[in-house]
């Protein structure tokens, strides 16, 4: 075996990316993340005439510290500090290093900032829009149904192939982060406007089989490198639907609509184990800032309404 450390550092970021896509099935997104940040740690050593295979624990916290006087966040940061992590168990199992010289780092700490939602008058005035949608309708009706009833990430939600929704089901299998599977149920009026547009898609889907052009997988087929709707686009038309709802657009993406799913779920008395296996959540812990959501609502309701909550006159006792 050739010494790792006349291997460039991009072998190593090449070979460390191919394992977690062959071994652990990462998502393209967490691969891509892994690539940048792993890049630019490379670059910092290699400014430092340093290299990954002789990096030391007291390196990769001045590479933390440059990286905060650059202002990254602190879950930038911590990410960074994740993909180093990453890379030096890869190395120790390749018998690259003999040790992890991140593996004692404390990373810096994340807030865990409350998600973004929409009330259900919201969600129904973007539902409305939806169907009054200028170009596409019954497209549009089916993305944000689909959305608000299932909670999907919106990498999720445009990459659904069509044959998981033939013949009305009433849940649909879903594969997520890190490929894995779960099974989301479907509401009546989901499952209506997903009918609705399968009729649309499939007879645009046979005129242009008929063309000579081949059909698709995807049930929001489009022209592109993916095949489907990109979530760029669908950002967009989110965007659209919240200025025609009279929403300001800014508060509206399609991550606060899966917010404003959970939320809504805990508000009705759903319970958290459940809203974490239909988010596809790995770790309660992540599902659990919701309850801090639910817990400001009933703080200002107990605020509000209780009449010992209220400040009583002077005198009184």
Known sequence: MSDPAELPMSHWISAFLEAQAAELDAARNTLLAYGRDLSDFSGWLAYRDAHFAGAT???????????????????????????????????FEEGWREDNPAIRLKGPGRKRRLPGTLSREEVEALLLAARDHPRDPLRATCLMELLYATGLRVSELVSLPVAALRGDPEMVLVRGKG????????????????????????????????AGKPGSKFLFPARGRDGHLTRQSFFVMVKELA?????????????????????????????LRAIQALLGHADLSTTEIYTHVQSERLSALVHDHHPLARQRPRGEG
């Open 57 to 91: 624990q007291r390196m990769v916290e001045d590479y933390l510290v440059s990286c905060e006087a650059e202002g990254l966040s602190a879950a930038t940061r911590a990410r960074r500090l994740s993909s180093i992590r990453q890379l030096y168990r890869f190395a």
């Open 243 to 271: 200025v025609a709802a009279g929403i300001a657009p800014d508060q509206v993406t399609p991550h606060v609509l899966r917010h404003a799913f959970a939320s809504h779920l805990l508000a009705g008395g759903a319970d």
């Open 179 to 210: 490929g894995r599977e779960r099974l989301v149920p479907l509401s009546r009026p989901a499952r209506a406007a997903v009918t609705a547009w399968l009729a649309r898609r499939d007879a645009a889907e046979t005129a242009a089989t008929a």
